[in-house]
């Protein structure tokens, strides 16, 4: 046989030295999620929120995709919403890009896809805590144990919330530059790419853990400009990077999403719903507040609330050895008190230190649950489990901490076994809990076995850090798809999209556009979303100007909505047309109007109670005379004679309409009104009404006339346009930052400013 070159065979060796190790976490993470990686059998799918909101978002994104169209607005709930601005669909993430264009199987995303997708957002979380582990000089091994830990424990091996977890994917990023900046290495770049790591959070589609992670930079800047690690001015040119890049990243997200806020109503939980300027009550903190009884889920797995705690004995006796024997390293105080300010803040009203920051920092109070901060503590505890690895691979032999941490370990284990032996003898329910404390029990007893054969010198250091891996894969497969759903126990909430396909099927089958209404409580799910049927309600975000006068009847009409789907009518002149199997019957709305309208008469009304005043008259009756909504006086004639005027384009985001006027007069289009929509008659651009309170309209003169509207919403295009020049100055920083160093701190060029680029 022959050899390959010496240079070649190091290539070779380089490339599995540097990918092994993450294709060995990709190998951990699959056997982790087995479930949905391997077999058909399972989901994370079979779950209200999952099944009812978020599946039916990604369905109709994927649509779109594969269209060849953006989705900006969605035409099927509420008679139309921003989609963007309503962060959770995560429109504007550029990873879920690559979901929506997977080949859909008829017309649908596959469960066996969405499978994946949770799998690869676990990843890459476990993968960008590799990296930070790997930048504090961990071992490989010990970097690939904490990256399990992050990846597949906690907050974010527990929750199945895509938007969510794809906003921690990035905060051992946002750390790890962080970090970099404090060490001084390239501190110019690195506050930029930590600035963008964060920004990019954002983008995910919720706010709740970039708020948090936003906060503990904020200590730790604070933090660093108190310890004086740089002069004042090259610290707070680094605290702007660091903003800057933030801001620009992120506002591609944060924009619209501020605009859709200020226009909608938010149900949080409270007696009320709140709007952009209403604080989330406190109250509702404290519900999604941590139980501080939940400090004991961090090795017993069914101990939760509102968040899973869940770090497994192994990983918390290694981040304890962690800390203790490698205090002195430099980065480890700083992740002690990072990991302890995530746990507390994680407790909410427990403590004051939360209630102090809820009332102190703007925009904060958006964030209502503070369970989730746990993940900052899941985060730091993963990298001290790094650092406790490598100091018992290194020294086992000469830390006293060992042989106390395993002498609680297995007094731990035997107290277990101990609970669950009495369980099954004395309790009537014998499968109480037992499974898995008993799992515990065991996993402190391997735990203890370990560390005292590592003690004793029995076991090298090498060898006892892979039994420490495989016990840290041991523990945390008591909490990795534990919920998942059997396709065996049925997946009844999941199963319930596909049980309506023929009143799918005959409502697509109706000439013209037509709108739907529900009954939520046999059709909980985004239907219109999910299968392309628009319907006026929704399991989403709301404009306030449909909550106004969702009540009437007579505005539903308005709407057009033609069909309701029911066990029984909703009104009393609707006729059954349609009953599908499963039970349900479609109901025609005789009182519906067509989409699309004009008229010629019109009332303006100054307030609320004058618009809902002007609103009791049968719809009918409003069809003749538009109500507008502080509009003033808009010049119009009623000439006696009709007009003509069809719809004859219905998109997405762009609607055209012919209009044979026989005068000046308003045509009404019965779709949500709403900022970011634009209007041209002939080309010529022409103010949007709001006609009713909720709907667009806009005066067309006499004559025919081309009508087109289109959405364009300026927060999406500027915010995009920001986020874009973001990641294009990235790149400029890294070429120039020598010059950039020199430029910014007016140094001569030389061992000082060359320094700041190393």
């Known amino acids: 046989m022959h050899s390959l070159p010496r240079t070649e065979g190091r290539w070779l060796s380089e490339i599995v030295r540097k990918l092994g190790p993450p294709a060995i976490l990709f190998g951990i993470t699959v056997v982790m999620f087995w479930k949905i990686a391997l077999t058909s059998q399972y989901t994370w799918l079979n779950a209200p929120d999952y099944a009812n909101q978020v599946l039916p978002w990604l369905q109709f994104q994927a649509r779109e995709w594969h269209a060849g169209r953006f989705p900006l607005w969605d035409p099927y709930h509420w008679a139309g919403q921003p989609l963007v601005g ?18 859909l199987k008829n017309g649908f995303l596959s469960t066996t896809v969405l499978n994946w997708y949770q799998v690869l957002i676990h990843f890459m979380a476990a993968l960008a805590c590799y990296w930070l582990a790997r930048d504090l000089k961990r071992t490989r091994l010990a970097a690939v144990l904490a990256g399990t830990i992050f990846g597949m424990s906690g907050f974010v091996g527990t929750t199945e919330w895509p938007q969510m977890v794809n906003g921690a994917v990035w905060t051992p990023l946002v750390l790890m530059f962080f970090l970099r900046v404090q060490r001084g290495e390239r501190p110019l770049l690195n506050s930029a790419l930590s600035g963008a790591c964060l920004g990019v959070s954002f983008l995910s589609g919720h706010h709740q853990v970039p708020l948090f992670m936003g906060l503990l930079m904020a200590g730790l800047w604070l933090w660093m400009g108190i310890s004086r690690t740089f002069e004042a001015r090259q610290y707070w040119v680094f605290l702007a990077l660091f903003g800057l890049f933030a801001a620009l990243c992120s506002a591609a997200q944060v924009l619209p999403g501020q605009e859709f806020g200020k226009i909608a109503l938010r149900w949080v939980g409270a007696k009320n719903p709140v709007g952009w300027n209403d604080p989330v009550p406190y109250i509702v903190h404290s519900q999604y507040s941590m139980n501080p009884v939940s400090m004991l889920g961090l090795i017993v797995p069914w101990i939760v609330t509102s968040a899973n705690p869940f770090l497994g004995m192994t990983g918390l006796t290694l981040a304890i050895t962690g800390l203790v024997a490698s205090w002195k390293e430099r980065q480890v105080p700083l992740l002690t008190g990072a990991a302890i300010g995530g746990l507390i803040f994680s407790l909410g009203s427990t403590s004051a230190f939360h209630g102090f920051l809820y009332a102190l920092v703007p925009g904060l109070e958006k964030a209502r649950t503070p369970a989730v901060a746990i993940f900052v503590f899941t985060l730091c505890a993963s990298v001290l489990a790094a650092y406790g690895v490598d100091v018992i691979r290194s020294h086992a032999q000469e830390l006293r901490i060992l042989q106390s941490l395993s002498r609680i370990a297995f007094g731990l284990g035997i107290a277990a076994f101990l609970i669950v032996f009495c369980v099954y003898t004395f309790v009537e329910s014998r499968a109480f809990l037992q499974s898995r404390t008993a799992a515990v029990a065991l996993g402190a007893l391997l735990l203890a076995a370990v560390l005292e054969c590592a003690r004793r010198g029995t076991l090298d250091g090498r060898t006892a850090a892979y039994l420490l891996l495989g016990l840290v894969m041991f523990d945390l497969s008591s909490v990795v798809g534990y919920a998942y759903t059997s396709r065996e126990q049925g997946w009844g909430i999941l199963d319930k999209l596909d049980a309506d396909r023929d009143i799918v099927d005959y409502l697509h089958s109706q000439p013209g556009l037509q709108r739907v209404g529900m009954d939520t409580q046999e059709i909980p799910y985004n239907m219109g979303d999910y299968f392309g049927i628009q319907e006026v309600e929704g399991y989403n975000g709301i404009t306030t100007n449909i909550v106004r006068v969702n009540g009437l009847p007579q505005v539903r ?33 005789p009182e519906a109007g067509a989409r699309v309208w004009t008229t010629h008469r019109m009332v303006d009304v100054t307030s609320e109670t004058e618009l809902l005043a002007a609103l009791q008259h049968p719809a009918a009756e409003l069809r003749e005379r538009a109500v507008l909504w502080a509009q003033g006086t808009v010049e119009i004639e009623d000439c006696g004679h009709s007009d003509e005027v069809r719809i004859t384009r219905y998109g997405q985001s762009s609607i055209s309409i012919d209009a044979e006027m026989s005068c000046p007069g308003l045509l009404i289009l019965a779709d949500t009104y709403a ?34 509207f289109s959405y364009r919403p300026r927060s999406v295009l500027f915010g995009g346009a920001m986020t874009l020049l973001g990641f294009l100055l990235l790149p400029l920083v890294t070429h120039y930052e020598p010059s950039l160093a020199r430029l910014l701190f007016l140094q001569a060029k030389g061992d000082r400013a060359k320094s700041l680029a190393i």
């Open 86 to 103: 309503q962060m959770q669909p995560g429109a504007v993430y550029p990873l879920n890009w690559l979901l929506f264009l997977t080949p």
């Open 675 to 708: 900022p970011g929509w634009r209007a041209s008659v002939d080309g010529a651009p022409t103010r949007i009404l709001e006609a009713y309170g909720v709907i667009r309209g806009l005066r067309v003169p006499a004559g025919h006339h081309r009508v087109e």
């Open 557 to 589: 009409d308005l709407l057009g909505e033609s069909f309701y789907v029911g066990r029984k009518p909703l009104r009393v002149n609707q006729t059954p047309v349609f009953t599908g199997r499963s039970g349900l019957i479609v109901f025609r709305n």
